[in-house]
């Protein structure tokens, strides 16, 4: 299928970029571990990502879960999880699940989110699950749910991104 294409994430062959590793749907198990063990490790070398304690618990074809141990770091002066840090977490979460349909040497950038906040977050393990929605030539659209420990529905985001190949954010 060309990059571009507008079919569903759910139709569309994938595959999952990190350093030199590339995860297809035609790899084994075995090198699927290998591949999520690399993305662990490449999510630790942003230190954005180390600072606030974002972890990886799940990652396949336009899906992606991050997880959070609350700590009194990730609290605001309510003693609730400050709204940033979860916008970005569904943020990162997001990107992941956007990378994992996207050709190799694809760049991404949050053009615009929007999150609502429906529950506080006072403590304990929280979630983000993100899922692609669409992928187009220049843009993907997600959402991320996350979820406090109980289940509940914290907050929920949506996401577009712009998508270039051969592009780098840096220059």
Avoid: W
Avoid at 94 to 105: D, F, N, R
Avoid at 131 to 140: S, T
């Amino acid at each position: 299928m060309a990059h571009g294409s507008c079919d569903s994430v759910g139709r569309r062959p994938y595959r999952i970029l990190v350093g030199s590793l590339t995860l297809t749907k035609s790899k084994t198990d075995k090198a699927a571990k290998r591949f999520k063990a690399a993305l662990r490790r490449r999510l630790k070398e942003s230190r954005a990502t180390e600072l606030m304690g974002f972890a990886l618990d799940h990652v396949e074809p336009g899906r992606a879960v991050l997880r959070l141990d609350v700590r009194p770091r990730h609290k605001q002066l309510h003693g609730v999880v400050h709204g940033g840090i979860l916008a970005a977490m569904a943020d990162t979460a997001a990107a992941i699940a956007a990378y994992t349909v996207l050709p190799k040497g694809t760049t991404l950038a949050t053009v615009e989110l929007s999150i609502n906040y429906l529950e506080p977050v006072p403590e304990g393990r929280v979630k983000a699950e993100a899922r692609v929605l669409r992928v187009g030539r220049n843009f993907v659209i997600a959402e991320c749910e996350i979820r406090i420990q109980n289940g509940s529905l914290a907050a929920k985001e949506l996401l577009t991104f712009g998508a270039a190949i051969g592009h780098s954010l840096g220059k």
